[in-house]
């Protein structure tokens, strides 16, 4: 089986300060971990994935994550905050072990809100 | 050229009716989902097929049916829709590795009266 927290529903950061959104997971096997990101009124837009090798992945509009395989964590992370990233982040899971299932199982999801 | 369109983008109907959502992408993938976003954003798989084959059947009523007539369509009919059926339909496809990442339509906002 396979699952995925966002403990915090809403998180809020000044413009301009760093951002870290948090998300920890639980496969049987290895992980791929992705993060997303939905604007209102629009589908979740793929920011960057966990795959294998290092353990920071850089991906879209200077947003990061760091895997962390002892903690079980992936959290996202900006070092400087926008109004515009101001939107609903998911976190997802998939256990490298699934086979042709191919399921993605999301976490809740953190509203960011960026104050000006 | 969008990749993954769904039509239509806001669907209002009373219960007991049947209605469909229709899915295309133009990305080429293999593999193509059907999720339910509820009204507190919660994301649920619902169907997944590749190669017009299903391979994800989550616990969803026997009421919804998907229907893949080839790799690029993926629709979703609903029988006798419930107040409960109100939610944001996504659809989404992925290449067939599982590393790749699912590209997202914007939505169908379905709301039953």
């Known amino acids: 089986a396979q699952s995925v927290a966002q403990p915090e529903d809403q998180v809020n950061v000044a413009e301009g300060n760093p951002l870290t959104v948090k998300c920890t997971y639980s496969v049987s096997g290895n992980p791929y971990l992705f993060w997303y990101v939905q604007y209102p009124n629009r589908g979740l837009q793929f920011l960057l994935k966990?795959?294998?090798?290092?353990?920071l992945v850089k991906g879209s509009y200077g947003f990061e994550a760091e895997f962390n395989k002892s903690q079980t964590s992936f959290h996202l992370k900006k070092p400087s905050a926008l109004v515009s990233d101001s939107a609903l982040y998911f976190c997802?899971?998939?256990?490298?072990?699934?086979?042709?299932?191919?399921?993605?199982?999301f976490g809740s999801g953190t509203q960011l809100t960026v104050l000006p | 050229d969008t990749a993954v369109s769904q039509t239509p983008k806001y669907l209002v109907t009373q219960m007991g009716n049947d209605k469909s959502i229709k899915c295309e992408q133009n990305?080429?993938?293999?593999?193509m989902y059907w999720y339910k976003q509820d009204s507190k954003k919660f994301l649920k798989i619902m169907f997944s097929?590749?190669?017009?084959?299903?391979?994800i059947n989550e616990t969803v009523p026997n009421r919804f049916s998907p229907k893949s007539p080839d790799k690029a369509h993926l629709n979703l009919h609903i029988n006798s829709l419930e107040l409960g059926d109100s939610a944001v339909y996504f659809c989404?496809?992925?290449?067939?590795?599982?590393?790749?990442?699912?590209?997202f339509g914007d939505g169908t906002r379905l709301s039953i009266l």
């Open positions: 990305l080429g993938h293999d593999t």
């Open positions: 966990y795959i294998t090798g290092d353990n």
């Open positions: 989404a496809s992925s290449q067939v590795f599982n590393n790749q990442p699912q590209h």
């Open positions: 997802a899971v998939r256990d490298k072990s699934s086979g042709s299932a191919r399921q993605l199982t």
């Open positions: 097929y590749n190669n017009k084959e299903l391979i």
